[in-house]
């Protein structure tokens, strides 16, 4: 996907201001009992995701994360499709006061990749 200028400065911008793992991290954390978030739109989701992965899109995770995980230290390891959006959701939730928040980078693409476990 070709993104704008703009998008990739403030994608860039996040991405400088939240903690990143790739795949192989990202499955370590879970494993230890990080909770993994899909951070894509629903028909991306529906299309195939990471096994276990909870969806809250981009456009609703900031309405519905406190709901969902009230203690602000729960461990969170978010993904989108390339690790733009799920960066610019982490640097969101940290602003919300999660202290335990991480982008994976590469996404799904790097989640199919490497062969990680999909639904």
Same mark, same amino acid.
């Given at each position: 996907? @070709?993104? /704008?200028?703009?998008?990739? +400065? ?8 939240? *903690? ?22 629903? *028909? ?9 992965? +909870?969806?809250? /899109?981009?456009? @609703? @995770?900031?309405?519905? @994360? ?19 959006? /799920? ?7 940290? +602003? ?6 991480? /982008? ?16």
């Amino acid at each position: 996907m @070709i993104h /704008s200028t703009e998008f990739l +400065k403030i994608a860039h911008e996040a991405k400088s201001q939240v *903690n990143e793992c790739d795949v192989a991290g990202a499955l370590e954390r879970v494993a230890g009992g990080a909770v993994l978030i899909d951070v894509r739109e629903d *028909n991306e989701y529906d299309a195939g995701h990471a096994a276990g992965a +909870k969806h809250m /899109s981009r456009g @609703i @995770i900031e309405r519905d @994360i406190v709901q969902t995980f009230p203690e602000k230290e729960t461990e969170l390891v978010l993904y989108c499709g390339g690790g733009f959006r /799920s960066a610019l959701s982490a640097d969101m939730l940290q +602003k919300m006061g999660y202290t335990n928040v991480w /982008s994976m980078d590469g996404g799904w693409a790097a989640w199919q990749e490497a062969g990680a476990p999909v639904e």
